[in-house]
């Protein structure tokens, strides 16, 4: 072990300086700048409309969703129907070729 007195920790951002006469709305845009590219992205806070309007798709594909589940449940219901009336007739049907196969 050192007995070196311990150094204080460097901030690990840089403090946002606004000058005097502009406004800072913390709620407002902000501004994201990728140092690989010279792209920005504009990342704003959604409103009441944008967060109708998210429901609203979200809605529409939850319903797209569970139309299709449906639609592929109804799809099968007849076809068990006959599978298993195929099954019954065959089971009733079934003693009078027993005895002529032997």
């Known amino acids: ?37 010279t792209e920005q992205i504009y990342v704003g806070k959604i409103g009441p409309f944008g967060l109708f309007m998210l429901a609203l798709g979200i809605g529409a ?11 592929a449940f109804l799809l099968w219901i007849p076809i068990v129907g006959l599978l298993i009336a195929a099954g019954l007739v065959a089971g009733v049907l079934r003693p009078l070729f027993a005895g002529k196969g032997r």
């Open 61 to 71: 594909v939850i319903a797209v969703v569970l139309v299709l589940l449906l639609g």
């Open 1 to 37: 072990m050192t007995d070196q007195p311990k150094q204080p920790e460097q901030p690990r951002f840089e403090p946002e300086i606004i000058p005097p006469g502009e406004s800072h709305d913390p709620r407002g845009t902000r501004v994201f700048i990728d140092q690989t590219t």
